[in-house]
């Protein structure tokens, strides 16, 4: 059996075009959408349709849940101005997706189990508090048994551990480990068990960057400087993308 978990496209209907081929080419038996299918990005209802037309499964993360359900309440430390801009963009996209869409994303469940892989927005239990991939082996196995996937933090990675698997897809919409590229993670299973593996696509970024400034969402500042860099920008200017302290564990992403 073929799996296909995709996460974060975040309207970015530039990247998810090449993803979807590239997911076609290699043969899947069902594809998933790991959450966070639209806010932010330039194209929110053509990524949600462009999914549904390949048949995939929904989990719903952290940003589908704000547009869901109006509530968007700010990160703790973030930047006053940079929150309500982020605001502004989740409303921006409330109205091109339009009541039907919304409507939909209000019923995704927060997790999908398919023949022994978990697949959640940003960790079991938790669709804010990130997999990260300096977590240790013994933190991971806290959450891990059996396979888990996950999104959420656009930092993708795989691990095998004595617990078993953690594999975070990355992020279609754009990938904030230095990499341009989009990626998604890609699971087989065979006698051996599961095995799971990131695929990396490069796309058109001048495309998503044209798109992005035609349409002009609040926000748009920032992810073009996601897309363009894969590097995280921090609303101060400053500090490093990283694993928040316990206290603070919302990436917000
Ligand atoms: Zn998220």
Redesign the pocket.
């Known amino acids: 059996m073929r799996v296909a978990v995709l996460s ?1 496209v975040h309207g970015n209907a530039a990247a998810l075009g090449p993803v979807l081929a590239d997911i076609r080419s290699w043969g899947f038996d069902l594809l998933v959408s790991a ?2 299918v639209a806010a932010f990005g330039p194209q929110p209802e053509a990524s949600l349709d462009m999914l549904e037309e390949a048949g995939a499964l929904f989990v719903r ?3 589908d849940r704000y547009l869901s359900t109006q509530g968007h309440q700010g990160s703790p430390g973030r930047d006053e101005a940079d929150t309500a801009e982020r605001a502004a963009s989740l409303q921006w996209c409330r109205d091109r997706l339009g009541p039907a869409r919304i409507a939909s994303m209000s019923t995704w469940p927060v997790r999908l189990e398919i023949n022994g892989v978990e697949i959640v ?2 960790s079991p239990g938790d ?2 508090a ?1 997999v990260w991939p300096e977590m240790t082996e013994e933190e991971l196995c806290g959450y891990v048994s059996g396979v888990m996937v996950c ?2 933090t656009h930092l993708p990675f795989v691990k095998t551990l004595r617990c078993g698997i953690v594999a975070n897809a990355g992020s279609v919409g754009w990938n904030l480990d230095g990499d341009t590229r989009a990626s998604w993670a890609a699971l087989q299973n065979g006698p051996g068990g599961w095995q799971a593996q990131i695929r990396r696509v490069p796309y058109d970024i001048q495309q998503a960057l044209a798109q992005l400034r035609m349409h002009n969402p609040p926000w748009s500042a920032a992810v073009e400087h996601y897309i363009s860099t894969a590097t995280w920008r921090s609303p101060s200017g400053q500090g490093a993308y990283r694993r928040p302290s316990p206290a603070s564990q919302r ?3």
């Open positions: 974060d959450g966070d993360g952290n940003n927005h940003a669709d804010e990130g999104g959420h990436s917000g992403q």
